[in-house]
T-cell receptor
């Protein structure tokens, strides 16, 4: 049972480049979300999904897109990377929106130069 | 907007001492509260989840209390060990939207 898997673990981008962070879970969880973690600021919610085909914005959605075509996968797309998007990104899942015990991936450390 | 605060930001104790970590939140309309552990360069691991109707939750050496009306939770770790060194984060889930709001964490160092 792999849990929540994120790829890649590390990435360096140039300003203006685009990329997709991958997230997959094998627990048949309905609820998936993306967070960014910056020093001294805790985790902030970027986007979330309550099920396949349904996504919504979190606290800091600008510059990011998501889609949820399957229950298992929830990729995060950076449209045009900016240095302000340098951060550690975490994907999380939980059984559903009310059963919110969250399971996290190992994170992707992204640097935008 | 829910604000979650964890004080202190860092804590260093000798092995064997009990740890007391604090979490406060501004909006008492929560669905539940979770405590997580994060090791350097790793993801978050859920330690304890307290539903809003509960006052405490225990797992082994860990005990978490919740006082919803005053907006506070405390995580107690008994007889600390060097392996307890990590960052501990608390997060509250809103009763309306169930979204998690995180504190910035307390980084704990247990000295052997």
């Amino acid at each position: 049972n792999a849990g929540v898997t994120q790829t890649p673990k590390f990435q360096v981008l140039k300003t203006g480049q685009s990329m997709t962070l991958q997230c997959a879970q094998d627990m048949n969880h309905e609820y998936m979300s993306w967070y960014r973690q910056d020093p001294g600021m805790g985790l902030r919610l970027i986007h979330y999904s309550v099920g396949a085909g349904i996504t919504d914005q979190g606290e800091v959605p600008n510059g990011y897109n998501v889609s949820r075509s399957t229950t298992e996968d929830f990729p995060l797309r950076l449209l045009s990377a900016a240095p302000s998007q340098t951060s550690v990104y975490f994907c999380a899942s939980s059984y559903n929106r009310r059963n919110t015990e969250a399971f996290f991936g190992q994170g992707t450390r992204l640097t935008v130069v | 907007k829910q604000e979650v605060t964890q004080i202190p930001a860092a804590l260093s104790v000798p092995e064997g001492e009990n740890l007391v970590l604090n979490c406060s939140f501004t909006d008492s309309a929560i669905y539940n509260l979770q405590w997580f552990r994060q090791d350097p360069g790793k993801g978050l691991t859920s330690l304890l989840l307290i539903q809003s109707s509960q006052r405490e939750q225990t797992s082994g050496r860990l005990n978490a209390s919740l006082d919803k009306s005053s907006g506070r939770s405390t995580l107690y770790i008994a007889a600390s060990q060097p392996g307890d060194s990590a960052t501990y984060l608390c997060a509250v889930s809103g009763s309306n939207d169930y979204k998690l709001s995180f504190g910035a964490g307390t980084t704990v160092t247990v000295r052997a």
